[in-house]
Each structure stands twice: as C-alpha cells, then as structure tokens.
C-alpha cells in the first residue's frame, strides 16, 4: 500500500528566508505526486504535481518541487518566503485503481516577520 | 471553468441529529467525487468517493453515508451524529481513470457536535 510521510509537524522560517518542506512516499510503481497549500479554515489548493519526465517541477506563488527516486523523496522548496506563505503543506501520492490520492499528514508552515 | 460548491460552510449539530452536507461540481461531466475529512491537527481521511451515479466506495467503516442523485452531486449524511464526528470536511472532485488525476477541492465544511 501506499503512504506518505512529511517528517515536519510544524516549521518556522523568517521571511525572506528559504525553504524546504520534506515529503517522503512509499509506492510499488512510478510515483504520481502532488504539493497542495491549506490556508486556515480554506480547502486545498494545488501547488504543482509530479507525473513524469524533468524532475524539478515549477509550480505556483516561486514553489518548486524535486522528485529523486532513489531517495523516494519529494520535497517542497522556495528561495524567498512571503508571510503569506503561512500555511498548512500536503504531499500526496496518486494512488491506483481507486482515483484516489494518499495524503501525508501535513506540515505547518509559520512565517516570522 | 469547473467550479465546485459545498454547502453550509459552518454547522454546529447536537449530538444525535442528522446530517446533511452537499456538494455540486460545475463546468464538467462525469466526475469522480470525494468526501475527506479532517480532524483537528490530523491530515485528510478519504470517506467516500464515487466514479459515477449511484457508485459509491466507503473508505471508514463509520456512521455516515454518501450519496450521488445526480451526475455532479455528491451528498455527506448521518442520521445520528457522534462527537467523534466534528472536523472540517472536504468535497472534492476529479476526471479521468487514471492515477495521476488531479483533484480539486472545495472550501470545506465545518461540522461541530456538541
């Protein structure tokens, strides 16, 4: 079965600083993989998603994302972070059959002026 | 563009009361649809998703039901609620069969039993 892993509960970062949001899966075939943002009380938006090809992934609001196979990691990076940037963070996995994505349990994100 | 809706945003229920939470996709045909729901400081849990009318798959053995009357209406019910039923629950929708498919969520409900 499939599963996710984000090792951080809560991380806090001055702004302006950089940052990296660590996700790990465990899935038997190639990985679908996804970053969504949870504003608080708000639904999740979608940062940006792994399918194939480059491995460094563009996504929304400067994030980026690596995807490295041998580490089974998928982990979220900006350079400069923005007190908006205070949030809740998902790394998922698409799963089979079933359509579904497999959520980690999040990582919550504070930004210090 | 696809939008969807969920409705009520807030609802605080006694325990032992009904249930009734909706969500409408538009912009879209066929859509897989999904309850999640999180409890406070906990991630997402799958409650139900569902690949077409009157197909629904139950992830949590619990004491709500999903239904899909309609083609994009996906309805959250229980007919007696417990405490452990509060959180924040998330309708969400998707196209396609395969596992890369994006799902987009609602703005969420709040449910508080007391």
């Known amino acids: 079965a499939q599963s996710v892993t984000q090792p951080d509960i809560h991380i806090t970062v001055s702004e302006g600083a950089s940052l990296e949001l660590r996700c790990n899966y465990s899935y038997g075939a190639t990985p679908y993989l996804f970053w969504y943002v949870q504003s608080p009380g708000q639904g999740l938006q979608l940062l940006l998603k792994?399918?194939?090809?480059?491995?460094l992934v563009q996504g929304i609001k400067g994030f980026e994302a690596e995807f490295k196979r041998s580490q089974s990691s998928f982990n979220l990076r900006k350079p400069s972070v923005h007190w908006s940037d205070a949030a809740e963070y998902f790394c998922?996995?698409?799963?089979?059959?079933?359509?579904?994505?497999?959520f980690g349990s999040g990582t919550q994100l504070t930004v210090l002026p | 563009s696809q939008t969807i809706h969920q409705w009520p945003a807030t609802l605080v229920q006694p325990v032992g009361s009904p249930l009734s939470l909706e969500c409408t996709v538009e912009?879209?045909?066929?859509?897989?649809l999904y309850w999640y729901r999180q409890a406070a400081g906990r991630g997402l849990q799958l409650l139900f998703y569902?690949?077409?009318?009157?197909?629904i798959s139950s992830e949590v053995p619990q004491n709500l039901s999903a239904s899909r009357p309609q083609d994009r209406q996906f309805i959250l019910s229980s007919k007696k609620l417990l405490l452990s039923d509060s959180g924040f629950y998330l309708c969400a929708w998707s196209v396609g069969s395969g596992r890369g498919n994006t799902i987009y969520f609602g703005e969420g409900s709040w449910l508080t039993v007391v």
């Open positions: 998922a996995v698409g799963s089979g059959s079933a359509r579904q994505l497999t």
């Open positions: 569902s690949v077409g009318i009157g197909q």
């Open positions: 792994y399918f194939s090809g480059d491995t």
């Open positions: 912009g879209t045909s066929n859509p897989n």
